[in-house]
């Protein structure tokens, strides 16, 4: 059984790993934020073409879409966002099975897909918005209300940290025999841990990055609107999100991979100290980006 030097290491190098993912995350990597960006821009032009093809009815220029829309997705992940510091982090923070958390990865990028196709065909069928007015209020109230929720995950991630923190405490103090008739837990058990979250959590966690819809989903869509080929754009979009799960399942491996491998060489016991510390540190570097996100554009 390794020693407290080097528990204190595989800890510290689990943590060490969320600095890398906040500085991906806020484009501070900025030879892959230039790439990405570079990225999103090519393939933006090139769907204009493939949507222009499409019109005319060109063979092929269906499936050339759909393939160009995916690749923008994965160029929009790879650049600046928090969806992926929130899918990363929680998957550092608790002790989640990779199937659950790579399925919240999907979802959470089809439903940024679904919210674009909303706020656009709302947009147009119901207020008369331009694309100038979407985009504005996907950059603008969208964007600044995804922050915050997404801080709020953190500081509730923060919370439980800090509670099973407090609770550890309380019980090193005062300590006293258990037995089945005890009725209080001690600790999360095996199940507890390895259960991704409650349907609530797991609602706050896809809401949280599907608020702010992404700016070359709504381009797509109303483009082929306005061209009257609706439905090659809403398949388009959706195309995107997968393109940005690509990307938030990878992160969401990398995130169970990271946090096993601290893990694995600790007994139960130092599994279930760690795991509020990984929690709480997390939950305060999640809200802490969020924040800094949110102020940045007030």
């Known amino acids: 059984m ?18 890398v993912l906040v500085l991906w995350a806020t484009g501070s990597l900025t030879g892959l934020a230039h790439w990405a960006a570079e990225g999103q821009r090519e393939a933006q032009n090139a769907l204009a073409r493939a949507i222009r093809a499409l019109r005319t009815g060109e063979a092929g220029a269906l499936l050339a879409l759909m393939g160009l829309a995916f690749a923008y997705g994965v ?10 510091v929130l899918i990363g982090g929680y998957g550092m923070a608790r002790r989640v ?13 089809l439903a940024q897909a679904a ?19 979407m985009v504005g209020m996907a950059e603008g ?3 600044a209300a995804s922050h915050l929720a997404v801080a709020a995950i953190g500081l509730w991630l923060a919370w439980r940290g800090w509670r099973r923190l407090a609770a550890q ?10 037995d089945e008739h005890c009725g209080h837990a001690h600790g999360p058990s095996a199940e ?31 483009l082929t609107w306005q061209m ?11 195309a995107m999100g997968l393109g940005t799960a690509f990307v938030t399942v990878a992160v969401a491996g990398l995130s169970v991979w990271a946090r096993e491998g601290a893990l694995a060489a600790l007994s139960d016991g130092w599994v279930a100290r760690a795991l509020p510390v990984l929690e709480l540190a997390v939950g305060l570097v999640i809200a802490a980006v969020s924040i800094s996100l949110w102020r940045g554009m007030v």
């Open 141 to 143: 109230a969208m964007l």
């Open 97 to 109: 099975r990779l199937l659950p958390l790579a399925a919240l990865a999907l979802a959470s990028s």
């Open 115 to 133: 919210v674009a196709v909303a706020l656009v065909y709302a947009g147009v069928l119901i207020f008369d918005w331009t694309r100038e007015r």
């Open 169 to 178: 405490a309380r019980d090193r103090h005062h300590p006293h025999h258990h």
């Open 228 to 238: 009257g080929i609706g439905a090659a754009g809403i398949a388009g979009a959706f």
């Open 2 to 19: 390794p020693g407290r030097l080097t528990r204190g290491l595989m800890l510290a190098g689990l943590v060490a790993a969320l600095p």
């Open 75 to 84: 160029f929009h992940a790879v650049g600046p966002g928090h969806g992926k």
């Open 192 to 222: 507890d841990v390895a259960r991704v979250t409650s349907p609530r959590a797991a609602l706050a966690l896809i809401a949280g990055v599907a608020a702010r819809p992404c700016t070359g989903a709504l381009f797509l869509l109303v």
